[in-house]
């Protein structure tokens, strides 16, 4: 069975590589789908962040990492997946999530949605809230894998890379 992993990945967290670490022991082919999203100003661009992927799964051997546009259950159907996972941290990311879930059941009911709750100590982790304690000089180090904190220590202190 196959799983898609859809996110924006800006950036990747230790949340996200948990999941991803998780999903492998779970299914055949995980397939991380990097969203480009043209109404959002990412901090790294699409190529990066997939490099940023690679990297940090180098030791996993069941991944496949890609990026596309439009809606995810597209995605996923043009990929013949079984499943669509979602990651969640707390309560208020299930409403969203499962309205997600239902919007995509609406579009395709062969696909399924799974939820896996993140461990509790990546559960504070946010793509923003990495962002914003990198911004004003914090460390991340715990909080995303060591390329990513590079990256973000590099644009926050030397400008974009």
Request: charged content about 25%; some cysteine; overall charge positive.
């Given at each position: 069975?196959?799983?898609?992993?859809?996110?924006?990945?800006?950036?990747?967290?230790?949340?996200?590589?948990?999941?991803?670490h998780?999903?492998?022991?779970?299914y055949?082919?995980v397939i991380?789908?990097?969203?480009e999203n043209?109404?959002?100003s990412?901090?790294?661009?699409?190529s990066?962040?997939i490099?940023?992927?690679?990297?940090?799964?180098?030791?996993?051997?069941?991944?496949?990492?890609?990026?596309?546009?439009?809606l995810?259950?597209?995605?996923?159907?043009?990929?013949?997946v079984?499943?669509?996972?979602?990651?969640?941290?707390?309560m208020?990311?299930?409403e969203?999530?499962?309205?997600?879930?239902h919007?995509?059941?609406?579009?395709?009911k062969?696909?399924e949605?799974?939820?896996?709750?993140?461990e509790?100590?990546?559960?504070?982790l946010?793509?923003?809230?990495v962002?914003?304690?990198?911004?004003?000089?914090?460390?991340i180090d715990?909080?995303v894998?060591?390329?990513?904190?590079?990256?973000?220590?590099?644009?926050?202190?030397?400008?974009?890379?």
């Open positions: 069975m196959k799983v898609l992993y859809p996110g924006s990945f800006d950036p990747l967290t230790l949340g996200h590589l948990d999941l991803i998780r999903a492998s022991v779970l055949e082919e991380i789908a990097v969203l043209s109404t959002k990412p901090t790294f661009s699409v990066r962040r490099e940023q992927i690679k990297e940090s799964t180098k030791e996993l051997s069941k991944i496949k990492i890609l990026s596309y546009k439009g995810t259950v597209e995605c996923a159907k043009s990929l013949d079984d499943f669509i996972l979602r990651g969640l941290r707390a208020s990311d299930f969203y999530e499962l309205q997600i879930a919007t995509n059941r609406s579009i395709d062969s696909i949605t799974i939820f896996l709750a993140t509790a100590r990546h559960s504070f946010s793509s923003s809230v962002k914003e304690v990198a911004m004003f000089g914090g460390n715990h909080m894998p060591a390329i990513v904190a590079k990256d973000l220590y590099k644009i926050y202190k030397q400008g974009d890379i």
